[in-house]
């Protein structure tokens, strides 16, 4: 099995005689001559040859994440750095976001200003989390999503009577 691979979180922009890359992953942007750039293609499938032809540009791609080993598991990685941020922290951000029927009309605004609210369920889960949450001493605060949502909405309402 090839031990080198080409990252899934590189993304590249052609620029005439130059590339712009990135790695979603290592999050270094980095420029490339289109030679360099053409050599790394033509070898994805066989990355040990180009660590031979070309060794300083191995290396490079090697530390700027564009080439890794073949059998880590970035996804994972992933998973696991955010279980830590969430659960290493004492404290936990909860925003509530019961509806997207905003009652402004920002000329920018994109929303589909849908008139669906949260149901009875979702409100019940919620407050059981808040619940949990406050008896762990982990939240402080419960911001609401958007300050500008109606308040003529039992959701909304129901939730500032149970805090
Ligand atoms: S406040 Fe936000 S959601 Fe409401 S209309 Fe303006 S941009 Fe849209």
């Given at each position: 099995m090839e031990p080198y691979r080409l990252s899934?979180?590189?993304?590249?922009?052609?620029?005439?005689?130059?590339?712009?890359?990135?790695?979603?992953?290592?999050?270094?942007?980095?420029?490339?001559?289109?030679?360099?750039?053409?050599?790394?293609?033509?070898n994805r499938?066989n990355l040990t040859a180009l660590k031979?032809?070309?060794?300083?540009?191995f290396?490079?791609m090697y530390?700027?994440?564009i080439i890794e080993d073949s059998e880590i598991?970035?996804?994972?990685?992933?998973?696991?750095?955010?279980?830590?941020?969430?659960?290493?922290?004492?404290?936990?951000?909860?925003?509530?976001?019961?509806?997207?029927?905003?009652?402004?009309?920002?000329?920018?605004?994109?929303?589909?200003?849908?008139?669906?609210?949260?149901?009875?369920?979702?409100?019940?889960?919620?407050?059981?989390?808040?619940?949990?949450?406050?008896?762990?001493?982990?939240?402080?605060?419960?911001?609401?999503?958007?300050?500008?949502?109606?308040?003529?909405?039992?959701?909304?309402?129901?939730?500032?009577?149970?805090?």
């Amino acid at each position: 099995m090839e031990p080198y691979r080409l990252s899934n979180y590189n993304q590249f922009l052609i620029k005439k005689d130059s590339v712009i890359g990135v790695n979603l992953h290592k999050q270094y942007l980095f420029s490339l001559d289109r030679e360099k750039f053409d050599l790394l293609k033509e070898n994805r499938s066989n990355l040990t040859a180009l660590k031979e032809k070309s060794p300083v540009l191995f290396s490079t791609m090697y530390k700027l994440g564009i080439i890794e080993d073949s059998e880590i598991d970035i996804p994972n990685i992933l998973i696991m750095r955010n279980r830590q941020q969430v659960f290493s922290n004492e404290s936990f951000r909860l925003i509530i976001n019961p509806t997207l029927n905003c009652n402004f009309s920002c000329w920018y605004c994109y929303e589909t200003h849908s008139k669906k609210y949260m149901s009875k369920e979702t409100v019940e889960s919620v407050i059981k989390f808040i619940e949990s949450l406050a008896t762990k001493n982990k939240i402080s605060t419960y911001p609401f999503f958007d300050r500008k949502i109606r308040l003529s909405d039992g959701v909304y309402l129901g939730l500032l009577r149970e805090f």
